[in-house]
């Protein structure tokens, strides 16, 4: 069955980064591509970006060009985001979200799976 | 700031009918598939509605979307306590190259 699981909660400082990852599990992976979004406390959800990993290009949404960074590693089916220069605006619940359309633009359809969400919070 | 809106809640009695909307502008509607999630309280988005208006296997037919011009709408019929929840509507805008998601609306089970 198809698994992502992802990394534990981390408190951050504001200016510091956060790297969550996703380990993916029952499918094949270099095929599917894999979205983040993100929640804020008592918000709605978020896009962030997304990468298919056999064209390993990753695609970013506007507000967060050029703050974060998404990969996929191959050999072990997980995906990555890293946020940049935290503030505390960016604590929230991070999750990572299967593709539901192979060899498509993660974003471009729609988000069959889910990880279960990881918690950061930033805070000095 | 979202582009797509929705109300923030609805309430229904079990056994009744809600309806969620789902509005936007042209750009992001008009060219694209809607889709709708499920977030119970503390625990990850389910995948309701896919492309408009179809289930993914396991999703009870008590809940349909359908879609039209700028606005896209969930239907949940025969409503359950466990339908309580927030569900969210999403596109793609093709001109932001981004994901749309909807506020958020929160259905409450009277």
């Known amino acids: 069955q198809v698994q992502l699981v992802q990394s534990g909660a981390e408190v951050k400082r504001p200016g510091s980064s956060v790297k969550v990852s996703c380990k993916t599990s029952?499918?094949?992976?270099?095929?599917?591509?894999i979205g983040w979004v993100r929640q804020a406390p008592g918000q709605g959800l978020e896009w962030m970006g997304g990468?298919?990993?056999?064209?390993?290009?990753?695609n970013y949404a506007r507000r967060f060009r050029g703050r974060v960074t998404i990969t996929a590693d191959k050999p072990t089916t997980t995906a990555s985001m890293e946020l940049t220069s935290l503030t505390s605006e960016d604590t929230a619940l991070y999750y990572c979200?299967?593709?539901?359309?192979?060899?498509?633009?993660?974003?471009?359809?729609?988000?069959?799976?889910w990880g279960q969400g990881a918690l950061v919070i930033v805070s000095s | 700031q979202s582009v797509l809106t929705q109300p923030p809640s609805v309430s229904a009695a079990p056994g009744q009918t809600v309806t969620i909307s789902c509005s936007g502008s042209?750009?992001?509607?008009?060219?694209?598939?809607v889709s709708w999630y499920q977030q119970v309280p503390g625990t990850a988005p389910k995948l309701l509605i896919y492309?408009?208006?179809k289930r993914p296997s396991g999703i009870p037919d008590r809940f349909s979307g359908s879609k039209s011009g700028t606005s896209a709408t969930l239907d949940i019929t025969g409503l359950q306590t466990g339908d309580g929840a927030d569900y969210y509507c999403a596109t793609w805008d093709t001109s932001l190259s981004d994901v749309l998601f909807g506020g958020g609306t929160k259905v409450t089970v009277l």
């Open positions: 029952g499918y094949n992976f270099i095929n599917y591509g």
């Open positions: 990468i298919l990993p056999i064209v390993d290009r990753p």
């Open positions: 042209g750009s992001n509607f008009e060219s694209d598939d």
């Open positions: 492309d408009n208006t």
């Open positions: 979200a299967r593709a539901g359309i192979p060899n498509y633009t993660p974003g471009r359809d729609y988000f069959d799976y």
